[in-house]
């Protein structure tokens, strides 16, 4: 008996020293853009009765309201305006757009090291969305969210390995004046973060003056244009079937700006689509081939995410809800049905219905995210932090949300077959003369770090440590990080100097 | 303006009435045995590796410690016994195991309505484990299970719509004699619930008179032979690569008392399995193979669920942990090779790490149990109530785990896709002359109900409702259900006169 217990010893001491080692970039276990797609929720024969469906949807109904610019843009690019208003689109031209249409897209970070690469099934994980209020959780109260609030938010999220991208999940109700709360939000969050930023505007004349600050950012318009580090998030439509007039001119504006466009087709099921789910996903599908006919007649090429959005409603009350299954189901179906046309996508999953980061917000939190990622969503938006079926955002449930992702991601890795990880010899070696276990072998010391990945803030304790270390709550930890990263000076601030230059153009609301 | 409103409220209306009817069974959302396998973690030629590697892993490596009916058993399969006393299998016995084993079975609950029907994807959810703890969410207390606790889980399990089987899931610390607890621990179960039951046996001679309690149960031994409501849970290997000699006789005599078997292989990844996730599933993949052809020869036929329940392990303490994605990955993983050999399988889901129903537990528990259906495991163990790493059991989790599994369930369901769903026609209607919105079309109110789950617990109020309700807390109102279930007369409760004359046989610990 004394040998496997020395053996099992030294496995100790060599685990403990490994995992002493800091983790070098080649052995994370997880790194942005994992790629999923795995798990198809659709059959191809499915995938292409609704590819069929939203080409009818384009060709028969078409969309009502695009602005006289859209509607040159579309006709030219040979769509037709009927009398009664609507744009409908001739299959040839959707096939046109789509051969145009970008098909790599680089979201650029203000540091390189945070740019993303959407292509293929490669997972990325961020925030996104329009809360009105914060979740101030020792409270358990709601109030309304700020340009402070926004501001911490970026700055958690830029120090979240699993966080990829800030797209502005709240928005800044202390700033009245709309063109002011849409420039300080993009302050708040590019000096809270070097990641990727996605931000919208209210109005098409908002967009010049924001790239003016861009521009100061990335140090001169042609910087800012090789490397644009925000994209617009765009509702360029208003479900079902119609052009959101301004909001088309938004995006004229930021393709124009070489700003990046998030398509953005907000549908809820049963209110502004159809109940079901493959109706749902049909109608966003035509809604953003409409978008993607749009932005290449504009600017050929142009890089636009596929932002098939379908939300969850509780048919019961006509309430959104977005924590659902029927949920999770309509992101995963919308991520396959980007695949089919090889276009960078985007929806959503991460949403809770619960008003506190309690075990509902955990479930539901993670059954859109994992199956987003499974189905291989290239941008799974609204993914941490955000409650109560979007209206309020939490940076507890935002840096839960941290391992949460890790761990979903885990799952997006996969299962790795090859003949080390089949093992045979190994439990060849261990079952016959060997020790009975696998505790000390090379191969489970090596794949320590490589393979697994552990919580920063979930607990794995026995009941006995976790009783002797006086029953640590997820919660209060939880605080605890938040406190400890805003208390930290920030690397992703600005330069004095730029600061200065910005707060003398624009007025800035976080204090200097 | 006008019209779009009436037509919405007219909605409303209808939608309330339709609510308001009770479900009838043909327009239930999710029931028992949905089919999954749309996730395939695993591809069709990995899968054909991890195969070959258990065959070759049973051929040159084999099991160890067979007793010695197991030997005669097995060798008069086919197999052979070397000089080392191991048993080594060539793959022709394996092929004959597989061609004459049991490839659907049906698991009887007492009732007939709770009857399960295994086979291809289908999707069961319930309780396993044998926690010695049970948590008092209350007092954040971890205290010894009882007898009263598993009677207790068994009446709850029978009330919750999503929990499909009660597999006994913590052991009666106040019953020290290992006979005593083993009878009672059935008397528990049963006596709470009409679902299937799963049990283990501590010795082989504790099963006659489990079988002689449940042939009274059943009303006589034929009853029982014809509808054996309780399954054997059955240890049958201790990993890696050995026989568990006396749990071998336990199957055995449960095999010949007609009662079906679990063959259970329980290794944890990176201690008693290589640390490999592949690796992981090959070796137990070969240990059940080897526990298959040990049925098949004891009785050909016999039901036997195939129960490669690999644990994931946190390589860095040696601490169990069953709460990660590599977790949900192991069992995800089996789930295919059961689909692989056409055979009724089994793994585990629903785990956590966490200690409380805080937000970790409805994370980890979601990942674990939604991967697992989508995979199309046949039945997902450990699937509610299971803490700190399977240590400890929860009647709190397993309330709120019947709304978490109903989420699953419902992914586990997906997207159905036909001309109704797609909803071309609806669109068409809606958007050109129609109200713009799709609240009141048929469409709508008919998959309000039959398309849509709804949690009773989890919580979708708008937070100026949930204010205006006092803010409730999921937990609080999680006890409140339990105390109303457990304050009800039991309807699987055992006629008087039966219960008198179990009690008359055998020492019944719980109070009449």
């Given at each position: 008996m004394t040998a496997p217990v020395s053996r099992r010893s030294g496995g100790r001491a060599a685990r403990k020293a490994i995992r002493e080692?800091?983790?070098?970039?080649?052995?994370?276990?997880?790194?942005?853009?994992?790629?999923?797609?795995?798990?198809?929720?659709?059959?191809?024969?499915?995938?292409e009765q609704i590819h069929e469906a939203a080409l009818k949807a384009l060709e028969t109904i078409g969309l009502a309201d695009a602005p006289d610019s859209g509607v040159a843009y579309l006709t030219g690019a040979g769509a037709a305006q009927g009398d009664d208003g609507r744009i409908r689109f001739p299959r040839s031209v959707v096939e046109d757009a789509l051969a145009k249409a970008c098909k790599k897209i680089t979201l650029h970070g203000r540091d390189p090291k945070n740019d993303l690469e959407l292509w293929g099934s490669r997972v990325h994980y961020g925030t996104a969305g329009a809360a009105v209020h914060m979740v101030d959780v020792n409270g358990r109260e709601y109030r309304d969210s700020t340009v402070q609030d926004l501001h911490d938010a970026a700055r958690i999220c830029d120090q979240l390995d699993n966080i990829h991208f800030v797209q502005r999940p709240m928005v800044c109700r202390d700033i009245a004046d709309n063109r002011e709360m849409d420039l300080n939000t993009i302050y708040a969050c590019c000096s809270g973060t070097t990641k990727h930023i996605g931000t919208s505007f209210t109005e098409p004349d908002y967009v010049p003056p924001a790239l003016e600050m861009l521009h100061m950012i990335a140090g001169g318009e042609e910087a800012w244009r090789a490397r644009p580090f925000v994209s617009n998030s765009n509702c360029f439509v208003v479900p079902p079937m119609k052009f959101a007039t301004e909001a088309c001119q938004v995006m004229e504006n930021c393709i124009e700006g070489g700003m990046p466009v998030l398509l953005l087709s907000a549908g809820m099921a049963g209110a502004t689509t159809p109940s079901t789910i493959a109706g749902a996903i049909v109608q966003a599908t035509a809604e953003c081939l409409a978008g993607l006919v749009y932005v290449n007649a504009v600017k050929p090429g142009h890089p636009a995410i596929f932002g098939t959005w379908p939300f969850g409603l509780d048919l019961r009350s006509g309430a959104m809800t977005g924590g659902s299954g029927e949920q999770a189901l309509l992101s995963a179906g919308c991520a396959q049905m980007h695949k089919h046309y090889?276009?960078?996508?985007?929806?959503?999953?991460?949403?809770?219905?619960?008003?506190?980061?309690?075990?509902?917000?955990?479930?539901?939190?993670?059954?859109?995210?994992?199956m987003a990622g499974l189905a291989g969503l290239n941008?799974?938006?609204?993914?941490?932090?955000?409650?109560?079926?979007l209206l309020g955002f939490c940076h507890e449930s935002l840096i839960l949300g941290d391992d949460l992702i890790g761990h979903a991601m885990r799952c997006v890795r996969g299962i790795e077959v090859n003949d080390v990880t089949l093992a045979l010899d190994q439990i060849a070696e261990v079952c016959m003369g060997g020790p009975g276990h696998y505790l000390g072998t090379?191969?489970?010391?090596?794949?320590?770090?490589?393979d697994y990945v552990y919580p920063s803030l979930g607990n794995r304790m026995s009941p006995k440590e976790w009783s002797e270390n006086d029953k640590p709550d997820l919660i209060e930890n939880t605080i605890a990080r938040k406190e400890r990263i805003l208390s930290e000076r920030s690397a992703a601030r600005f330069d004095p100097l730029l600061d200065a230059e910005i707060r003398r153009k624009f007025n800035i609301h976080l204090p200097a």
């Open positions: 080692a800091p983790l070098t970039d080649d052995v994370r276990p997880i790194r942005p853009g994992m790629e999923g797609g795995r798990y198809k929720p659709l059959s191809q024969e499915q995938v090889g276009l960078p996508g985007g929806a959503v999953g991460g949403i809770t219905d619960a008003k506190l980061p309690d075990m509902q917000a955990g479930w539901e939190a993670m059954c859109s995210n994992v941008m799974v938006y609204e993914s941490a932090g955000m409650h109560a079926s090379d191969q489970t010391l090596l794949r320590m770090q490589s």
